[in-house]
T-cell receptor, first 113, second 112 residues
C-alpha cells in the first residue's frame, strides 16, 4: 500500500539554524500539506500546496517558513532560523485529485536547543 | 472560523467496554468529517470518515455518524481491545484547500 514517508524521523538543531524537513508524498497525489503538533497540543495546519504554489497558509506560517517541491517526488519544509518554540512534531500529508482524505506521514520530531 | 471540540481525556476503560468519544464542530456549509488515530510513537492514521449529513463511517469496529442537526460526529465502539489504546482526533475539512482542522485529541487507555 502506498504511503507518505518523511525524513529524518528526529532532527536536533541549535536555535537560529536552518532546517529542512523532507517528505515523499504518495506518487499520484497532487495536494500536499504540512501540519505541526507541539507536545501535548492539537495538530495545527501550516500550509497547503498545489500546482507548485501555496494554496493556503496559516498565521503560524510566517516568513521563516517556506515550502518547495524541488523535483517530482519530494516536498520540503524549510525553517530559516529556528526558534525554541518551533520544537514540535511536523507531519506531511498528501491527497489525491477529487479525494477528501489526506494521508499522513509518520512525522519528524524537531527539537530546537 | 471552523473549529472542532472533542471530549477531553484521558479515558480509561476495561477490555470489552463500550466506548464513546464526543465530537462537535462549528462550520459554515457542509464540511467533511474524520476520525484519525495516533498509536504510541506513530503518525496519524485515518480511522473513518463521512462526507455528508447522515453518512456513517465505520472501520475496525468503530463507527461515527455525521449529524448535521446536532453538528456532531461522535466515535463509538461496542467492545474495545487493549490494542485500541491510542490518541483519537476528530477533524473536519472544508474549503478550496481542504485543510484539516483538528480537535485536541482524546487519549484512550484500555486495560486487560
Amino acid at each position: 500500500e502506498p504511503e507518505v514517508t518523511q525524513t529524518p524521523s528526529h532532527q536536533v538543531t541549535q536555535m537560529g539554524q536552518e532546517v529542512i524537513l523532507r517528505c515523499v508524498p504518495i506518487s499520484n497525489h497532487l495536494y500536499f500539506y504540512w501540519y505541526r503538533q507541539i507536545l501535548g497540543q492539537k495538530v495545527e495546519f501550516l500550509v497547503s500546496f498545489y500546482n507548485n504554489e501555496i494554496s493556503e497558509k496559516s498565521e503560524i506560517f510566517d516568513d521563516q517558513f517556506s515550502v518547495e517541491r524541488p523535483d517530482g517526488s519530494n516536498f520540503t519544509l524549510k525553517i530559516r532560523s529556528t526558534k525554541l518554540e518551533d520544537s514540535a512534531m511536523y507531519f506531511c500529508a498528501s491527497r489525491g485529485q477529487g479525494a477528501r482524505t489526506q494521508y499522513f506521514g509518520p512525522g519528524t520530531r524537531l527539537t530546537v536547543l | 472560523g471552523n473549529s472542532v471540540t472533542q471530549m477531553e481525556g484521558p479515558v480509561t476503560l476495561s477490555e470489552e467496554a463500550f466506548l464513546t468519544i464526543n465530537c462537535t464542530y462549528t462550520a459554515t456549509g457542509y464540511p467533511s468529517l474524520f476520525w484519525y488515530v495516533q498509536y504510541p510513537g506513530e503518525g496519524l492514521q485515518l480511522l473513518l470518515k463521512a462526507t455528508k449529513a447522515d453518512d456513517k463511517g465505520s472501520n475496525k469496529g468503530f463507527e461515527a455518524t455525521y449529524r448535521k442537526e446536532t453538528t456532531s460526529f461522535h466515535l463509538e465502539k461496542g467492545s474495545v481491545q487493549v490494542s485500541d489504546s491510542a490518541v483519537y482526533f476528530c477533524a473536519l475539512s472544508q474549503g478550496g484547500s481542504e485543510k484539516l482542522v483538528f480537535g485536541k485529541g482524546t487519549k484512550l487507555t484500555v486495560n486487560p
